[in-house]
């Protein structure tokens, strides 16, 4: 999947980011985000950021405390092996990061969920809600110490986790389509008393899980800055006949437009 996203700092502690990732390939993918500030669906998003701590502690030392919010809507709808397409609608993200920063050292915690509506098309389908958790622990090497323009090169940890609950659809578009759709019979069929009368068709091949580890890097240079990040699954409980995940990767080119006092 490639991601461009476009972030503007309309004030020195409140930023706003736009995103519309899209899929290479049209395959099923896992559901959740693939980093606290990006979908790991194809989803435009819209996402506002306010510092609302930042406080030195001491010379190129300080403690930073971040709150996201933001909502996406579909770009694709993706195919799945268990019945047609979910009728996925837009939804609402929130996080909330803490970190401490120096020029030697990075620690840094948060957390995010997303939930997903289910209003506008008149269908019950649902897409997984998600919550997201990481812990990234950062050293920069004293040889690697410089400042602008020149290269600056920080090395990190990372362990994230996440949950992922079930998704459900419609039960009266399947029963149209299970014949010759591919649609599961087998679902678990429950009633859904706040949706009024209607029943739902919980997917057991949805949700699950799991814990990630491993490295990642962050080399500014000039207007450039490049990352990359490889986790390794620790603990991966996926639901149903889902293939597990074993590793997770992504890779970022940044520019920065606008230089000098902007």
């Given at each position: 999947m490639i991601s461009p996203k476009y972030s503007y700092g309309w004030k020195e502690n409140l930023q706003i980011s736009i995103s519309a990732p899209f899929h290479l390939n049209h395959g099923e993918h896992p559901v959740g985000r693939f980093s606290g500030t990006m979908?790991?669906?194809?989803?435009?998003?819209?996402?506002?950021?306010?510092?609302?701590?930042?406080?030195?502690?001491?010379?190129?030392?300080?403690?930073?405390?971040?709150?996201?919010?933001?909502?996406?809507?579909?770009?694709?709808?993706?195919?799945?092996?268990?019945?047609?397409?979910?009728?996925?609608?837009?939804?609402?993200?929130?996080?909330?990061?803490?970190?401490?920063?120096?020029r030697r050292y990075y620690l840094s915690a948060g957390a995010g969920y997303e939930h997903y509506g289910q209003w506008s098309s008149g269908k019950l389908d649902h897409q997984s809600d998600s919550l997201l958790t990481s812990v990234v622990i950062g050293w920069r090497p004293p040889f690697l110490d410089h400042d602008y323009p020149k290269p600056d090169l920080r090395f990190f940890w990372e362990t994230t986790g996440d949950r992922i609950g079930r998704a459900w659809r419609d039960a009266t578009a399947t029963a149209t389509t299970a014949g010759g759709g591919g649609g599961h019979i087998h679902e678990a069929l429950i009633r859904q008393s706040a949706s009024g009368s209607s029943d739902v068709i919980v997917l057991p091949n949805s949700g699950g899980k799991g814990i990630y580890s491993g490295p990642t890097f962050l080399l500014t240079y000039r207007n450039m800055a490049f990352q990359s990040g490889f986790l390794v699954s620790l603990w991966d409980q996926r639901n149903g006949t889902q293939p597990a995940e074993r590793f997770q990767a992504v890779v970022g080119v940044s520019y920065f437009f606008f230089g000098g006092k902007r």
């Open positions: 979908p790991g669906n194809p989803e435009a998003e819209a996402l506002l950021a306010w510092r609302f701590l930042h406080k030195l502690t001491g010379v190129a030392t300080r403690n930073e405390a971040t709150f996201y919010l933001g909502g996406s809507a579909t770009t694709q709808s993706l195919p799945r092996t268990d019945g047609p397409p979910l009728e996925r609608e837009p939804n609402v993200y929130g996080a909330l990061a803490a970190a401490h920063i120096s």
